[in-house]
């Protein structure tokens, strides 16, 4: 983890939090308001992180070629 990642810090309080949410039932009533918090957090630092540019294609533009998508034996 990277200093200053607070995606990473939020995921690990996320973790942290469902440990204890699971292990004191007693503590539910309070911890129930802080996992949604940490979740929305997540949420919200996922959506804003930068996209992953795809290395899948070239972005090379090819012309349509209708008769690709004509039904076979009609020409």
């Known amino acids: 983890m990277e200093a200053g990642d607070d995606l990473a810090e939020a995921e690990i309080r996320y973790q942290m939090l469902a440990e204890v949410f699971t292990d004191s039932p007693q503590l ?37 070629d209708g008769a690709r998508f004509q039904k076979m034996g009609s020409a």
């Open 28 to 64: 539910r009533a309070n911890l129930a308001p802080a996992l949604e918090r940490t979740k929305a957090e997540i949420l919200r630092l996922r959506a804003a992180a930068k996209p992953v540019p795809s290395t899948t294609g070239d972005g090379k533009v090819v012309p349509f």
